[in-house]
């Protein structure tokens, strides 16, 4: 493997401030840990069922035919297997891999540099593919279909395009928008797979892995347990699972069961349903100063202490995507789902509860 060395590879999804223990975007420890955790084989690969099988098929028939396997799109959150999807695909292939992300590609001679390096059958690994450069966008259109580029040197009238051949390769792009690929560049993907947040059964699977591999001993209730706060996401329940065995070290035994689970998440304020502080902040805004909404982010935003931006991009995503928060033209709104998490009873008037809106909009 060979990360291109320009490779900053930025998290570009505001919604994933780093520092958060349920932040899905990758911090310095997961980095240094992950590649320890990686799945290898698609067959070690837990759950996305369907993309498993299908991508399965696309490999298996590339290898009999002894070409190189079409091109494939990646999409989903941060967080969700796709780099490792992409270093399976190369290990499956039996090919090598380059790691290289949009940001770093800001000129179409970054792109030229790194096609015109790669040997036959390599597989190409663009995470974030939605931020390259347009120039380098457009030159890899010609790459992926005729594995060709032409290089210009020279600028102006003297300007001249020299053809360059490539050898055939495949390329994974990776991004967790795929709505904004423009349409000529989401078409030369031979296959895209659309990746869903992982279920509980599945997270507990993955904790299960992790577990057995970072040596950590762990019952069946301890993993769910876990699992059951991680967001859907694979890299949370890792990172969720090391700070679980880091309480477990110290305060009890070192083994991992649910009240283990449960009261090192407690301290570090991860609740049942994976909200952190600030995810309860909010609701908590909304449902006792409120009374449920509807309420304006604005107010919202002043009433937590938080910035416009941190509530609307780091908390929100995921209270709408768990049903607890609605986003309405009159404003915020709670559902009865979050009366319920909270414990709280939502009065006559509260969304949900059947009687007039609240008054807080704007
Ligand atoms: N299906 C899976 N089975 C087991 N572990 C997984 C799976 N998917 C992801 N993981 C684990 O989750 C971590 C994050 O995965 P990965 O880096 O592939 O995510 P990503 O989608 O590429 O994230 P980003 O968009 O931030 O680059 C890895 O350590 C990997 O071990």
Known sequence: MNWDDSTPAPADDAADHDGRLVGASADGEDQA???????????EFVGQE?????LDLVLKAALARGATADHVLLS????LGK????????????????ITSGPAIQ?????????????????L????????????????????EDFRVDVIVGKGPGATAIPLELPPFTLVGATTRAGLLPPPLRDRFGFTAHMEFYDPAELERVVHRSAQLLDVEIDTAGAAEIAGRSRGTPRIANRLLRRVRDYAQVKVDGVITQEVAA??????????????????????????????GPVGLSTLAVAVGEERETVEEVAEPFLVREG????????????????????????QHAPGAGGQPGLFGA
């Open 125 to 144: 690994f663009l995470d974030e593919i939605h931020r390259m450069s347009r120039p380098a966008e457009e030159m890899l259109y010609m790459a992926m």
């Open 83 to 98: 780099t490792t999807l992409s270093m399976i695909i190369a290990a499956e292939m039996q090919a090598p891999i380059r």
């Open 50 to 54: 369907r993309v498993r099988e299908q």
């Open 107 to 123: 000129h179409a001679g970054d792109l030229a540099a790194i096609l015109s390096s790669l040997q036959e059958g390599e597989v």
């Open 263 to 292: 009261a090192a998440l407690a301290v570090y304020e991860v609740d049942t349903r994976g909200l952190d502080r600030l995810d309860r902040a909010v609701l908590q805004a909304l449902l006792k100063l409120f009374g449920g």
């Open 76 to 79: 989903g959150a941060p967080g």
């Open 324 to 347: 607890l928060l609605a986003r309405t033209p009159r404003g915020r709104i709670a559902t009865p789902a979050a009366w319920a998490h909270l414990g709280l009873v939502p009065p």
């Open 33 to 43: 840990v992950e590649a320890a955790l990686r799945p290898k084989s698609l067959a």
